[in-house]
Structure formats: structure tokens, C-alpha cells
């Protein structure tokens, strides 16, 4: 009786062992999916971070491009007013002239 006692006991602590050891590789296996699914969410972040700072240098590059245009655009403006006032100070120097005469 003693003996079959050990055994049953014997038993159920292998199968405590074999169950224990279930429940760890079923906790590895987990740890080792979540892990797996933060270094996926990492590499998301980085290559969405990349794509941002691409996308801020081609919008700088636009801004550039922009300002460089509307600089020039004003300084040609301004050339065609300055030619304006040579156009009448040289048509009220004309009139002087005329009525002087």
C-alpha cells in the first residue's frame, strides 16, 4: 500500500512538474509574441518618423523655392516702379521744358 501510495504521489508530482513546465513555455511563448509585437511597433515609429522628416525637408525645400520666388517677384516690382518714377521725373522735366519755351 505504501508503495502505491509513493507511486500515486510519485505521479502527481510529475504531472504538477509537467504542468509547471507547461505554463512556463506557454509564459516564454507570450513574452516572446509581445516582445515580438513591441520591436514591430518600433520599426512602425521609426520608418513613420522618417517619412515625417523626408516630408519636412521637401515642404522646407517648397518653402524655399516659395520665398526665393515672391523675393524676386517683388524686386521686379520694385525695378518697374523705379523706372516709373525716371518716367515722370523725366516727363515733368519735359513739361518744365516746354513751358519755359
Do not use: G, H, P, W
Request: net charge negative; with cysteine; aromatic share 2%.
Amino acid at each position: 500500500m505504501k508503495n502505491i501510495l509513493n507511486a500515486v504521489i510519485a505521479t502527481a508530482f510529475v504531472a504538477l512538474v509537467i504542468s509547471c513546465n507547461k505554463q512556463k513555455s506557454t509564459i516564454e511563448e507570450t513574452k516572446d509574441a509581445d516582445k515580438q509585437v513591441i520591436e514591430s511597433r518600433k520599426d512602425k515609429v521609426d520608418a513613420d518618423a522618417k517619412y515625417a522628416t523626408e516630408q519636412a525637408d521637401v515642404n522646407a525645400d517648397i518653402n524655399k523655392a516659395n520665398i526665393k520666388a515672391n523675393k524676386e517677384a517683388l524686386k521686379a516690382q520694385l525695378d518697374a516702379e523705379k523706372i516709373a518714377v525716371d518716367a515722370d521725373a523725366e516727363a515733368a522735366k519735359a513739361k518744365i521744358d516746354a513751358e519755359n519755351r
